[in-house]
Nanobody, 122 residues
């Protein structure tokens, strides 16, 4: 599975961005997908995850109520809608795939895409 994240950019606090992660190379719906982020000098952080069917999702407490993960299996794409962005959301956001369970530490993820930078100015 090859993954490519896009949609990052510079936005003011309170603004919105939508990230996309396009997948190729395998049966996309077989994979549970996750979004992770890493800020400079900090450890990688779990953001959100969604099941292969799109029925189940869960979020880090820090983004709950502001971010929404979704997927379109016909387009082999997972999305992360980010609203009410805060400066502390600034990070490189990466998508990842697994046929197992998405764990907060990300170590169970089998495939990772190159990240996209999100910068939120105050």
């Amino acid at each position: 599975v090859q993954l490519q994240a896009s949609g990052g950019g510079l936005v003011q606090a309170g603004g919105s961005l939508r990230l996309s992660c396009a997948a190729s190379g395998s049966t996309y719906s077989n994979y549970n997908m996750g979004w992770f982020r890493q800020a400079p000098g900090k450890e990688r952080e779990f953001v959100a995850a969604i099941s292969g069917t799109g029925v189940t999702s869960h979020y880090a407490d820090s983004v709950k109520g502001r971010f929404t993960i979704s997927r379109d299996n016909a387009k082999n794409t997972v999305y992360l809608q980010m609203n009410s962005l805060k400066p502390e959301d600034t990070a490189v956001y990466s998508c990842a795939a697994t046929q197992g369970v998405v764990t907060p530490d990300g170590y169970g993820m089998a495939y990772w895409g190159k990240g996209t930078q999100v910068t939120v100015s105050s």
